[in-house]
């Protein structure tokens, strides 16, 4: 019942810039707070960012900052990331998750979506 369904991704340069979305469905959007999480070839999931059930906190991995935003629209019931100035670094595959609380402070996700490929590359 519980549907998280990224969009967005895709091949950009180095120094580009792409808008992730995530559409949510199945429960209360503006109940819980939401997270970006990304997975590079070869590698382990990577938390990238949170926010809050009403996008008042927002947080952000050291390496995201001044870089990526994180946005949500509960009136759509979608949840954002802005991504500029990519770097070849950011290729991975951006999954949004759901929190089982309001404030992501201590996350706990329950529900993924199935994420979104993003490459950069030259």
């Known amino acids: 019942e519980v549907q998280l369904v990224e969009s967005g991704g895709g091949l950009v340069q180095p120094g580009g810039s792409l808008r992730l979305s995530c559409a949510a469905s199945?429960?209360?959007?503006?109940?819980?707070?939401m997270s970006w999480v990304r997975q590079a070839p070869g590698k382990g999931l990577e938390w990238v960012s949170g926010?809050?059930?009403?996008?008042?906190?927002?947080y952000y991995a050291e390496s995201m900052k001044g870089r990526f935003t994180i946005s949500r629209d509960n009136a759509k019931n979608t949840l954002y990331l802005q991504m500029n100035s990519l770097k070849s670094e950011d290729t991975a595959v951006y999954y949004c998750?759901?929190?089982?609380?309001?404030?992501?402070?201590?996350?706990?996700?329950?529900?993924w979506g199935q994420g979104t490929q993003v490459t950069v590359s030259s």
């Open positions: 926010i809050s059930w009403n996008g008042g906190i927002t």
């Open positions: 199945g429960f209360t959007f503006d109940d819980y707070a």
């Open positions: 998750a759901k929190d089982q609380g309001l404030f992501g402070t201590r996350p706990e996700y329950d529900y």
